[in-house]
Nanobody, 124 residues
């Protein structure tokens, strides 16, 4: 089993920045793609950003391109989401996720392991 724990959420104003962190334990991150998803109140969970295992290709939802950056530290089993220029519509619970990377090119769905989430609230 892979355990994922998110941190770094909080209450900020529009235009501010936050950096979310995801710590993995239980197993190594070998051959795992990692990602961030979010669920806003009254809405379905949506893809935000993911990063493949090797060489580390990144993928972003159109709504966050140019504002959010996903990165990972394989040696420390950490994944990060740098969120800049936050907007009220970014308000959601953000979840860290992981799945085995088979190199098939699918990085927006099919994730098997999930954290408990961290709340991000952006006021106008």
């Amino acid at each position: 089993q892979v355990q994922l724990v998110e941190s770094g959420g909080g209450l900020v104003q529009a235009g501010d920045s936050l950096r979310l962190s995801c710590a993995a334990s239980g197993r190594t991150f070998s051959n795992y793609a990692m990602g961030w998803f979010r669920r806003a109140p009254g809405k379905e969970r949506e893809f935000v950003a993911t990063i493949s295992w090797d060489p580390g290709h990144t993928f972003y939802a159109d709504s966050v391109k140019g504002r959010f950056t996903i990165s990972r530290d394989k040696a420390e089993n950490m994944v990060y989401l740098q969120m800049n220029n936050l907007k009220p519509e970014d308000t959601a619970v953000y979840y860290c996720a992981a799945k085995v990377d088979y190199g098939l090119g699918e990085y927006t769905d099919g994730f098997d392991y999930w954290g408990q989430g961290t709340q991000v609230t952006v006021s106008s």
